[in-house]
T-cell receptor, first 115, second 113 residues
Framework: NAGVTQTPKFRILKIGQSMTLQCAQD?????MYWYRQDPGMGLKLIYY???????DKGEVPNGYNVSRSTTEDFPLRLELAAPSQTSVYFC??????????????FGPGTRLTVL | QKEVEQDPGPLSVPEGAIVSLNCTYS??????FMWYRQYSRKGPELLMY????GNKEDGRFTAQVDKSSKYISLFIRDSQPSDSATYLC?????????????FGSGTRLQVQP
């Protein structure tokens, strides 16, 4: 299994541009998450999904959108990029079978810079 | 006030030392406590999780939870240079709908050979 994969690894955007961060998992996990990690700030939840077709906002959803058309894929869309969105973005997934102690498996991250 | 507070470090220790990493939290609804390890430019990986107050041991690692004080710790015995990483505490409530984790800001640990 590849686990959780993310593309691209790095990206530089200009202010106002848009892009989609891709995330895929091959573990048949129901739950998927997008976090952002700013230096010294820990990880903050942007959006999450409990299954295909079901998504909901996390702590910091403004400026982002998501969709979940399949179990495997959970892309994150940035519209009108702003410097405040410069961060490292992590996608994660977990199974729902074991309850809240389910391990969240993280992808390698996408480093985004908005100039 | 942040829900979860964690000293950012960096914490530098010699090889073989005992390391103590700590987090405090303010939300009494947190029931599940985890420690993630994150190597530089990698995603976090789960190291340990605990549910109840008390200690849980796994090899050189011991996780300790004191719910009455809202304080959790991770101890690393016989620390190795390969333990050099950022350690993130994470917590979750009984809200099974979202399963989201609330993370501390991470403590950067350097183990000097």
């Amino acid at each position: 299994n590849a686990g959780v994969t993310q593309t691209p690894k790095f990206r530089i955007l200009k202010i106002g541009q848009s892009m989609t961060l891709q995330c895929a998992q091959d573990m048949n996990h129901n739950y998927m998450y997008w976090y952002r990690q700013d230096p010294g700030m820990g990880l903050k939840l942007i959006y999450y999904s409990v299954g295909a077709g079901i998504t909901d906002k996390g702590e910091v959803p403004n400026g982002y959108n998501v969709s979940r058309s399949t179990t495997e894929d959970f892309p994150l869309r940035l519209e009108l990029a702003a410097p405040s969105q410069t961060s490292v973005y992590f996608c994660a997934s977990s199974s729902r079978d074991r309850g809240p102690t389910d391990t969240q498996y993280f992808g390698p991250g996408t480093r985004l810079t908005v100039l | 006030q942040k829900e979860v507070e964690q000293d950012p470090g960096p914490l530098s220790v010699p090889e073989g030392a005992i390391v103590s990493l700590n987090c405090t939290y303010s939300n009494s609804a947190f029931q599940y406590f985890m420690w993630y390890r994150q190597y530089s430019r990698k995603g976090p990986e789960l190291l340990m999780y605990t549910y109840s107050s008390g200690n849980k041991e796994d090899g050189r690692f011991t996780a300790q939870v004191d719910k009455s004080s809202k304080y959790i710790s991770l101890f690393i015995r016989d620390s190795q240079p390969s333990d050099s990483a950022t350690y993130l505490c994470a917590m979750s409530s009984m809200d099974t709908g979202r399963r989201a984790l609330t993370f501390g800001s991470g403590t950067r640990l350097q183990v000097q050979p």
